[in-house]
């Protein structure tokens, strides 16, 4: 698998894990879990936008050796 392979299925994971979250913060009433919650959404979307960032520089770099 390549690392562009690799990195989309690590992106596909963390988005499915997000929505689970967000179902979850929709049901939710206990200030505690909420908590957790947001913090675990916020570590994956973090962790998101540097799986993105890293596929935008590859296709940068792509296009300036071409």
């Not at 989309?8 to 929709?26: G, I």
């Not at 962790?47 to 296709?59: D, M």
Request: aromatic content about 4%.
């Amino acid at each position: 698998m390549s690392q562009r392979q690799s990195n989309l299925v690590w992106l596909r994971d963390m988005l499915e894990h997000l929505v689970e979250s967000q179902q979850q913060l929709e049901w939710t009433e206990d200030d505690d879990t909420i908590r957790v919650l947001t913090e675990t959404m916020l570590r994956d979307l973090d962790s998101c936008r540097r799986i993105c960032e890293n596929l935008h520089r590859r296709t940068q770099s792509l296009r300036q050796a071409v």
